[in-house]
């Protein structure tokens, strides 16, 4: 039987992992990929890396490590370019927070990400 992370993953994302940073000081993004997930939704609180107090808009369950400063999007990238534009670019969320945890044999990981809507320009592509 697999295990529940992976069994758990019901929802297509899309995944722009954060590549470096942009001359603007802001996580620069490379291509979109397809991945599995979880996708919970629901507004909490959280820590980013520094250990702040951040507002969350909902979290992701992986299958793999993500960076913080990652964008993701509900649906698949066929979806995200369907008729020739873009998606719904509101729904765009940023990877605020990412737990790890393995279990107490250190055979099994699992992966949470915390996001939150992305205020600046869409992806493209």
Do not use: C
Request: zero cysteines; a negative charge.
């Amino acid at each position: 039987m697999p295990a529940l992370e992976q069994t758990g993953l019901i929802h297509d994302v899309v995944l722009w992992p954060r590549s470096g940073q942009a001359a603007d000081g802001d996580w620069a993004v490379g291509s979109p990929v397809d991945i599995k997930a979880r996708w919970n939704q629901g507004r909490r609180q959280g820590t980013d890396p520094e250990g702040n107090t951040v507002a969350l808009d909902g979290d992701l369950v992986l299958d793999q490590a993500v960076m913080v400063g990652s964008l993701v999007w509900l649906g698949t990238l066929a979806d995200w370019n369907s008729t020739g534009s873009v998606g719904d670019t509101t729904e765009v969320m940023k990877i605020i927070s990412v737990d790890v945890t393995s279990d107490i044999k250190g055979r099994a990981t699992r992966y949470e990400a915390g996001f939150a809507r992305h205020r600046d320009s869409p992806p493209s592509g």
